[in-house]
T-cell receptor, first 113, second 113 residues
Framework: GNSVTQMEGPVTLSEEAFLTINCTYT??????LFWYVQYPGEGLQLLLK?????DKGSNKGFEATYRKETTSFHLEKGSVQVSDSAVYFC????????????FGTGTRLLVSP | DAGITQSPRHKVTETGTPVTLRCHQT?????MYWYRQDPGHGLRLIHY???????DKGEVSDGYSVSRSKTEDFLLTLESATSSQTSVYFC????????????FGSGTRLTVV
């Protein structure tokens, strides 16, 4: 079946540190991949996406590259800010059958000043 | 915002009572979804709709029903609420079959006592 595995959190960093949140997936065919972010008390917002192998999605200083060979889509940011504190969800939409978004369990990021 | 609202935002109800949550969109999107969010599980799909009066089950549909009588409204009903249905419920919409991701509402926090 289709599934997404994310690293356990929380990830605790100091401001300006480098961020990596790991995400790997299992899917038939070549899914589209997404990162969503959820700030406290809010819904999920699309952060970035990639639709084919070697695509790089980017937004607000965050980046993730679609790696078919390792079935991964790791989220990175060079210098985090306190305002980046949130829960980050990796997700996929398979390209076979009806396209329902499948989520990982989420990774909480805590950034301290 | 993408024009998707959920109501109520918070609700406390007693075990055994029926509860209806509402999702309203102004985007005229064909596809609508209900997810629940629980710690350690990420978001799990309850039901989805691919048109007026066209709905189908997701992975955690037991104890829930849905209705879509108009494009803009998607209702989720807990037929007889149980404590295991205490959760945060999110509605989402997509204009196509989801290749560009979904847009989420702000969520409804439901507590069953």
């Amino acid at each position: 079946g289709n599934s997404v595995t994310q690293m356990e959190g929380p990830v605790t960093l100091s401001e300006e540190a480098f961020l990596t949140i790991n995400c790997t997936y299992t899917a038939t065919g070549y899914p589209s991949l997404f990162w969503y972010v959820q700030y406290p008390g809010e819904g999920l917002q699309l952060l970035l996406k990639a639709t084919k192998a070697d695509d790089k999605g980017s937004n607000k200083g965050f980046e993730a590259t679609y790696r078919k060979e390792t079935t991964s889509f790791h989220l990175e940011k060079g210098s985090v800010q306190v305002s980046d504190s949130a829960v980050y969800f990796c997700a996929l939409i398979p390209l076979t059958g009806f396209q329902k978004l499948v989520f990982g369990t989420g990774t909480r990021l805590l950034v301290s000043p | 915002d993408a024009g998707i609202t959920q109501s109520p935002r918070h609700k406390v109800t007693e075990t055994g009572t029926p509860v209806t949550l509402r999702c309203h969109q102004t985007e005229n999107h064909r596809y609508m979804y209900w997810y629940r969010q629980d710690p350690g599980h990420g978001l799990r799909l309850i039901h989805y709709s691919y048109g007026v009066k066209d709905t189908d089950k997701g992975e955690v549909s037991d104890g829930y029903s849905v209705s879509r009588s108009k494009t803009e409204d998607f209702l989720l009903t807990l037929e007889s609420a149980t404590s295991s249905q205490t959760s945060v419920y999110f509605c989402a919409i997509s204009e196509s079959t989801g290749g560009n991701g979904y847009t989420f509402g702000s969520g409804t926090r439901l507590t069953v006592v």
